[in-house]
């Protein structure tokens, strides 16, 4: 079984810093500065909340105003691990953790940016598993594709050889009786003991 290809997505471009946000003490929130030129021209920022079945966010601008959405988990299709450039000549990569929306790029939202990609991998995973979300991960083409094979929601793994019958269990099994009893029934009976079971 292949992995499932997803629609590609334009380059990634990132004009923040470092984002760390911890998927073990949600709901978590984190501040994204807009990639693209033009919203930054107008100084959007949004402050996304991240909670274990929905996703807030508002995008700020002093220019604009306020703009409220709230997407529910179901809504995005996996966590991807992403590069992004700080510049268009590609120099200075930056590694995203993003939760990828299902068809609305713009509410897609940065869970963990680095630049030097300590521990990016660690908390792809974690936020996948905490959210219950499938890995996703981005090829040299910009197409994102399945970590993992899956069979619905289901993670399916490489089938493991048999480890064989446990030598324990192949073993005469302990005869009935006990040490200084009589190990007939007959016996028993003729000295008045009861057998303990049968």
Same mark, same amino acid.
């Given at each position: 079984?292949?992995?499932?290809?997803?629609?590609?997505?334009?380059?990634?471009?990132?004009?923040?810093?470092?984002?760390?946000?911890?998927?073990?003490?949600?709901?978590?929130?984190?501040?994204?500065?807009?990639?693209?030129?033009?919203?930054?021209?107008?100084?959007? /920022?949004?402050?996304?909340?991240?909670?274990?079945?929905?996703?807030?966010?508002?995008?700020?601008?002093?220019?604009?105003?306020?703009?409220?959405?709230?997407?529910?988990?179901?809504?995005?299709?996996?966590?991807?691990?992403?590069?992004?450039?700080?510049?268009?000549?590609?120099?200075?990569?930056? /590694?995203?953790?993003?939760?990828?929306?299902?068809?609305?790029?713009?509410?897609?939202?940065?869970?963990?940016?680095?630049?030097?990609?300590?521990?990016?991998?660690?908390?792809?995973?974690?936020?996948?598993?905490?959210?219950?979300?499938?890995?996703?991960?981005?090829?040299?083409?910009?197409?994102?594709?399945?970590?993992?094979?899956?069979?619905?929601?289901?993670?399916?793994?490489?089938?493991?050889?048999?480890?064989?019958?446990?030598?324990?269990?192949?073993?005469?099994?302990?005869?009935?009786?006990?040490?200084?009893?009589?190990?007939?029934?007959?016996?028993?009976?003729?000295?008045?003991?009861?057998?303990?079971?049968?």
């Amino acid at each position: 079984m292949g992995r499932a290809t997803i629609a590609p997505l334009t380059r990634k471009r990132w004009a923040g810093g470092e984002i760390d946000a911890d998927p073990f003490a949600l709901p978590q929130r984190v501040t994204i500065p807009a990639p693209d030129l033009v919203p930054r021209l107008f100084g959007f /920022i949004r402050y996304a909340d991240i909670r274990n079945d929905v996703v807030k966010a508002t995008d700020s601008s002093p220019i604009l105003g306020l703009f409220d959405w709230t997407e529910p988990l179901s809504a995005y299709r996996g966590v991807a691990l992403r590069v992004a450039h700080r510049k268009a000549s590609g120099a200075k990569p930056v /590694i995203l953790v993003e939760i990828v929306h299902e068809t609305n790029e713009k509410h897609s939202v940065v869970l963990h940016a680095s630049f030097d990609g300590a521990d990016v991998a660690a908390r792809w995973r974690s936020w996948a598993r905490v959210l219950r979300l499938p890995l996703l991960l981005e090829d040299r083409g910009g197409e994102l594709q399945e970590a993992e094979r899956r069979l619905g929601s289901l993670r399916i793994d490489v089938p493991q050889p048999h480890a064989g019958a446990n030598p324990l269990s192949t073993r005469r099994p302990m005869t009935f009786g006990h040490t200084g009893r009589p190990r007939l029934f007959q016996q028993r009976l003729s000295t008045g003991t009861r057998p303990l079971a049968y």
